[in-house]
């Protein structure tokens, strides 16, 4: 992978052995964990997203997203500074058993300071069958509109931010490889 997804595409595994299974990082918005703040995020601005797999192949897969930060890393603002994850309120998958056609979603909770929620590095590398995989990123930010996963298809509406300096980029590199 040259460049980063944006919040809300899909991105497919690159590998024989888990054929078919993709995962996708959406649903950026500001809220609370259910179980309520921690007290460690005090003043710091509450988000959550959610990571999706799907399974489109013929084989069922066994998958974890459990741990911060080695299953996920998240990372706010321009410096790339580390936000507060709130594992307590997230959502946890472990050891699913995702069967053909099929999906499984957990809901991730993070806190920042306001300012730096505008722009997200989401970094997602599950255990898949017990091995641990490769990290793909998303990036977006709060505000910025997420895009349509179809190919080419983005809404030409988004405000200025991380996903239309992406999209640009990918515009970009498409063209200068034609």
């Known amino acids: 992978m040259n460049v980063p997804n944006v919040v809300g595409d899909w991105q497919e595994y690159q590998s024989k052995e888990w054929a078919g299974l993709r995962v996708r990082v959406h649903s950026l918005k500001k809220a609370v964990p259910p179980r309520g703040r921690d007290q460690a995020a005090k003043g710091l601005t509450y988000v959550s997203f959610q990571v999706t797999f ?5 084989e069922y897969f066994s998958i974890s997203l459990s741990s911060h ?4 890393e998240v990372r706010v603002g321009a410096g790339g500074h580390g ?6 309120g997230s ?22 300071p306001p300012m730096q929620l505008k722009q997200l590095d989401i970094q ?10 490769f990290g793909y990123v998303w ?17 030409s509406t988004a405000e200025p931010g991380v996903a239309n300096e992406v999209e640009r980029f990918l515009k970009a590199t498409t063209s200068d490889e034609s």
């Open 69 to 72: 930060p080695y299953h996920y």
């Open 91 to 112: 959502d946890r998958i472990r050891d699913f058993n995702l069967y053909p056609q099929r999906r499984v979603t957990a809901t991730l909770y993070l806190a920042a």
């Open 139 to 155: 990036v977006g930010g709060l505000g910025v509109h997420e895009g349509s996963t179809r190919l080419g298809s983005r809404a």
């Open 83 to 88: 936000a507060f994850i709130d594992e307590g």
């Open 124 to 133: 997602i590398s599950p255990n898949i069958d017990g091995e641990s995989s």
């Open 54 to 58: 799907e399974n489109r192949g013929s």
